[in-house]
């Protein structure tokens, strides 16, 4: 009964922060972000536990796989485009990766946080599958490395597209490479807000800085 409650729960939660980001369209009202504080919210006012929570959100959890899966659609409708831009696209989600990792490094070393904590930073900005898989791989911990990717992809979100209008970057492939390279899955669902060239762009970028991670992450530890 818990689970059921649970569940529902998150999806009408959901459902009333897209609709409150429709309304008033500020990057704080992100939908991802509101309803991860409402649930923690509810979650402290009826003193419910994680494992009470995940009763019922083991199952949205298990809806990860088919909607990465989705994204083959907008790849296919606009692989003419991909073909076309394959090398700039390589380019920057090559160099995205190495900043995103290199950043959380440096931030890591320079409040001197424990090393276990710092290896755990590293693989942020990638899908939380791989940059769980690449925490344990360098010592740190495949949890903790799941936070860090919430709190990238919820940042990019959230001020990625403020940020690409200061900047005047308005290509698809400059919005697309950016989101999907810095905030993985979250960054490649706000790209589909903004267009399917973005969002088949912004995939492939998403796949590409988890490829990249798992190969760099081993020798960035060694600098």
């Known amino acids: 009964m818990i689970g059921a409650s649970m569940l529902l729960w998150t999806i009408v939660v959901y459902i009333a922060m897209r609709k409150l980001y429709a309304r008033f369209y500020f990057p704080l009202l992100v939908p991802i972000a509101t309803s991860t504080v409402v649930i923690i919210i509810t979650l402290s006012l009826f003193h419910l536990s994680y494992e009470q929570y995940m009763l019922g959100g083991k199952w949205l959890v298990h809806l990860l796989g088919p909607a990465v899966v989705a994204l083959a659609l907008p790849l296919y409708q606009h692989r003419h485009t991909l073909k076309q831009f394959l090398w700039p696209l390589l380019c920057s989600t090559f160099f995205g990766t190495i900043i995103g990792m290199g950043s959380g490094l440096l931030l890591a070393r320079l409040f001197h946080l424990p090393?276990?904590?710092?290896?755990?930073?590293?693989?942020?900005?990638?899908?939380?599958?791989?940059?769980?898989?690449?925490?344990?791989?360098?010592?740190?911990?495949?949890?903790?490395?799941?936070?860090?990717?919430?709190?990238?992809?919820?940042?990019?979100?959230?001020?990625?597209?403020?940020?690409?209008?200061?900047?005047?970057?308005?290509?698809?492939?400059?919005?697309?490479?950016?989101?999907?390279?810095?905030?993985?899955?979250?960054?490649?669902?706000?790209?589909?807000?903004?267009?399917?060239?973005?969002?088949?762009?912004?995939?492939?970028?998403?796949?590409?800085?988890?490829?990249?991670?798992?190969?760099?992450?081993?020798?960035?530890l060694l600098l």
């Open 115 to 220: 090393e276990q904590v710092v290896r755990s930073i590293i693989p942020k900005s990638v899908t939380s599958p791989v940059a769980m898989d690449i925490a344990a791989l360098i010592g740190g911990i495949p949890t903790l490395a799941a936070v860090y990717v919430m709190v990238a992809g919820i940042f990019g979100a959230m001020f990625g597209p403020t940020i690409f209008q200061r900047l005047r970057l308005t290509t698809a492939l400059g919005v697309g490479s950016g989101l999907g390279a810095a905030s993985h899955g979250i960054g490649t669902a706000k790209a589909l807000e903004m267009g399917k060239k973005e969002a088949a762009i912004s995939s492939v970028a998403m796949t590409l800085s988890a490829i990249f991670a798992s190969l760099l992450c081993p020798l960035l």
